[in-house]
């Protein structure tokens, strides 16, 4: 059972920055992919990044240049850098198994989710 567990949102002014963390567990050597998620009041869930076994990293289009996902070599963390953030990035935050489909983007296939954690972000 893979158990996912975020830290580091918060509230962070226009343009600044933030780095989430998501402690692994129940993933031996990587056999899920893990990333992030986010949802805004309002708005559907969306997958926002995605880092496989092997370290192939997989971004939400518009996002690309603003995050950066990345693990430790144990594979039992999994961090987000969000750089320049902007208003419109305020959203609770889930760390979650993932996968990226050709033409349908990030997606959560193995329903496996931590709590969420909320980023707010103030013009």
């Known amino acids: 059972q893979v158990q996912l567990v975020e ?18 567990s129940g993933n031996p050597y ?18 926002v990044s ?5 370290g192939t990293t997989y ?3 518009s996002l690309k240049g603003r995050f950066t996902i990345s693990r430790d070599n144990a594979k039992t963390t999994v961090y987000m850098q969000m750089d ?10 889930y760390c979650a198994t993932c996968g ?12 496996y989710w931590g709590q969420g954690t909320q980023v707010t972000v103030s013009s």
Do not use: H, M
């Open 59 to 61: 971004y939400l289009d």
């Open 100 to 111: 990226d489909f050709t033409g349908r983007g990030i997606l959560n296939p193995y329903d």
């Open 84 to 93: 320049n953030l902007k208003p419109e990035d305020t959203a609770v935050y």
């Open 7 to 24: 830290s580091g949102g918060g509230l962070v002014q226009a343009g600044g920055s933030l780095r989430l963390s998501c402690a692994v």
């Open 30 to 47: 990587g056999y899920y992919a893990i990333g992030w998620f986010r949802q805004a009041p309002g708005k559907e869930r969306e997958g």
């Open 50 to 54: 995605c880092i496989n076994g092997d």
